[in-house]
């Protein structure tokens, strides 16, 4: 019976590439988007910057600090894939957020699961870095090879939870091939899973499952409760599965984004509810 060994979450986003004294590339980003999202409302940067006069960032910003804090990120990523290579496992479920890079306004799934029996990591095109954001290109080795690669899934594991989840009322998306936009500036998997494969297997992937979630596209972008729920399904399906191998599952993603919240990230988590029935906390090692 398959079991699960390890279990980790982290962020992917670009800073966490970038050289410290390089971070305000991305303000320019921040000053494009008329849409910043914060505690329930959406702003322009100008207006932003009003409503959050008071909160005093200068020494956030202080280049010192940004270093510390740089340094620290990237001790807890080298800390993360020690771990993961000690742990060996066989198979990894990787969860991953779609940022309109493979999907779209014609195609947004709320979840989504790749059965094929490989698929690849690309970097930019010369063509497609002139499409990017600012201050992306940077961080580009965060989440891509020097060279196209192509890495193994693992097509028995994927049906299995495809079956499994829908058994669950789980209405899934499934594809063995990667949708490639015509306008998107990426070829092969999104950096969210990029960034794991890069930074904590350090490009000793295992055969993987990427699952995809909505990042926060409206209409049909999943509640937090359907992902909670979606986690005890997960874990369910892992268990019934008949293979003596061993399981790691990766989260790829933050909490607030684009705009951070650093008193929501950091709130208490032991006040969240959960129903104890969903994911079967003994079947997780103490070390995970």
């Given amino acids: 019976m398959a079991r699960i060994v390890l279990g980790m979450v982290a962020s992917h986003g670009p800073l966490l590439g970038t050289p410290p004294d390089l971070w305000t590339g991305r303000v320019k980003a921040d000053h494009q988007n008329p849409a910043l999202w914060f505690r329930g409302k959406t702003y322009t940067f100008p207006e932003l910057l009003q409503a959050r006069s008071n909160e005093n960032f200068d020494a956030d910003l202080a280049l010192e600090e940004r270093q510390k804090r740089f340094d620290a990120c990237q001790k807890a990523i080298k800390e993360m894939a020690r771990v993961f290579a000690d742990v060996k496992p066989d198979v990894a479920i990787v969860l991953g957020n779609d940022q309109m890079e493979i999907m779209g306004e014609d195609n947004q799934p709320m979840f989504m699961v790749y059965y094929g029996e490989t698929f690849e990591n690309v970097p ?141 990230d950091r709130k208490d988590r032991k006040s969240t509810r959960l129903n104890s029935s969903h994911i079967p906390l003994s079947r997780m090692p103490s070390s995970a």
Avoid at 239 to 251: E, F, N, P, T
């Fill in 124 to 264: 930019f095109s010369d063509e497609q870095k002139t499409r990017l954001g600012p201050g992306v290109e940077i961080a580009e080795p965060n989440h891509h090879p020097p060279r196209r690669e192509v890495y193994p899934g693992h097509k028995e594991l994927a049906l299995h939870l495809i079956e499994k989840l829908c058994g669950e009322s789980f209405d899934l998306a499934t594809s063995q091939v990667l949708p490639e936009k015509k306008v998107s500036r990426l070829t092969g998997i999104p950096h969210a899973w990029g960034f794991f494969y890069r930074r904590i297997m350090e490009d000793r992937v295992v055969p993987n499952v990427p699952l995809f979630m909505n990042t926060f596209y409206p209409p049909n972008r999943p509640s937090i409760r359907r992902c909670l729920d979606l986690g005890g399904a997960l874990a369910r399906a892992i268990d019934s599965w008949d293979k003596d191998l061993r399981v790691a599952i990766l989260g790829s993603g933050g909490m607030t984004h684009f705009v951070v919240d650093q008193d929501f």
